[in-house]
């Protein structure tokens, strides 16, 4: 079983900031991925990023592409997730995940993940 926790979030301004942290523990799979989504009130979850284990393989979601950038933490097994340009649009609840790598997976669809986070508020100011 892993544990999936998120870290940071908060209330920013439109144009700021703000650095969220993931950290997977417990017994998992030595290659994976990891992942973020996030849900707007009343919309469907929505995928804004993931990198592999050893930092190979990632990508973004179109909404976030040059604002966002995640990066392996400090830590083993942790994300972050740097965002920079936020926009009121962001604002929604980010989830953080975590799956097994294998080569043919689609991690930019939340079915390839296996953990979850409890999620973290992201408010967004005009």
């Known amino acids: 079983q892993v544990q999936v926790l998120e870290i940071g979030g908060g209330l920013v301004q439109a144009g700021g900031s703000l650095r969220l942290s993931c950290a997977a523990s417990g017994r998992g799979s030595n290659s994976y991925a990891m992942g973020w989504f996030r849900q707007a009130p009343g919309k469907a979850r929505e995928f804004v990023a993931f990198?592999?284990?050893?930092?190979?393989?990632?990508m973004y979601g179109d909404s976030v592409k040059g604002r966002f950038t995640v990066l392996r933490g400090n830590a083993k097994n942790t994300l972050d997730l740097q965002m920079n340009s936020l926009k009121p649009e962001d604002t929604a609840v980010y989830y953080c995940?975590?799956?097994?790598?294998?080569?043919?997976?689609?991690?930019?669809?939340?079915?390839?993940?296996?953990?979850w986070g409890q999620g973290t508020q992201v408010t967004v100011s005009s």
């Open positions: 995940a975590v799956g097994q790598w294998g080569p043919s997976g689609q991690y930019h669809k939340a079915a390839a993940y296996d953990y």
């Open positions: 990198l592999t284990w050893n930092g190979d393989s990632g």
